[in-house]
């Protein structure tokens, strides 16, 4: 199956510092990646989604300024997150999109390790 | 209601049960169906995909599609402790280019030896 890498798998930081993740598909090319969220035991929580060479689409609710997305090639994808708080401490997942055959009649997503971030 | 619905137990089954788990949903516009399984602190591994209704056998996993009554299942035969995590149904309906997936909450299953 298609592969998702993530760096770095989890990062520590002062709080009002910047961090930033990679999201990058390894043996495919995705025109489109999804940024995802996840607080213990919760469900995923879309952030965005990343399409290639254009601006990304914030979910409703996530503040774009803070959490910076570039997709700035057909496999690399980053997320930043912009003076970051405590309450900012999270598992990060992203995902990239896999359509296959004509008809579309697969379209999936496979999704990276995680990144997990603690905000001292 | 919810779009997708998922107990999310925990299901705790000995070693060898047949496990399943199901996901009910509202939107009949759904076409996609994935069933992800997630270790913990690890990001969900595709399991089974499956386009439309109908069953897919992959070893000991078989999902099943029933969009008339909008339910999805499934199912382990020969569960084995490595398969203890959480289960998280998803699906989609990927008119143009949203590739948005839906989850449920995810079952956390424990499989005892």
């Given at each position: 199956g298609a592969v998702v890498s993530q760096h770095p798998s989890w990062v520590i930081c002062k709080s009002g510092t910047s961090v930033k993740i990679e999201c990058r598909s390894?043996?495919?090319?995705?025109?489109?990646?999804?940024?995802?969220?996840?607080?213990?035991?919760?469900?995923?929580?879309?952030?965005?989604?990343?399409?290639?060479g254009s601006k990304a689409t914030y979910e409703q609710?996530?503040?774009?300024?803070?959490?910076?997305?570039?997709h700035a090639s057909l496999t690399l994808s980053t997320l930043t997150v912009t003076s970051a708080h405590p309450e900012d401490s999270s598992?990060?997942?992203?995902?990239?999109r896999v359509l296959?055959?004509?008809?579309?009649?697969?379209?999936?997503?496979?999704?990276?390790p995680g990144t997990r971030l603690t905000v001292l | 209601q919810k779009e997708v619905e998922q107990d999310p137990g925990p299901l705790s089954v000995p070693e060898g049960a047949i496990v399943s788990l199901n996901c009910t949903?509202?939107?009949?516009?759904?076409?996609?169906?994935?069933?992800?399984?997630?270790?913990?602190?690890?990001?969900?591994e595709l399991l089974m995909y499956t386009y439309s209704s109908g069953n897919k056998e992959d070893g000991r996993f078989t999902a099943q599609v029933d969009k008339s009554s909008k339910y999805i299942s499934l199912f382990i035969r020969d569960s084995q402790p490595s398969d203890s995590a959480t289960y998280l149904c998803a699906m989609a309906n990927y008119g143009g280019s949203q590739g948005n997936l839906i989850f449920g909450k995810g079952t956390k299953l424990s499989v005892k030896p």
């Open positions: 390894l043996d495919f090319q995705a025109t489109t990646m999804f940024w995802y969220r996840q607080f213990p035991k919760q469900s995923l929580m879309l952030m965005a989604t990343s399409n290639e609710g996530v503040e774009k300024d803070k959490f910076l997305i570039n598992f990060y997942i992203c995902s990239a296959i055959g004509m008809g579309g009649n697969t379209d999936t997503q496979y999704f990276g | 949903y509202s939107n009949s516009a759904f076409q996609y169906f994935m069933w992800y399984r997630q270790y913990s602190r690890k990001g969900p």
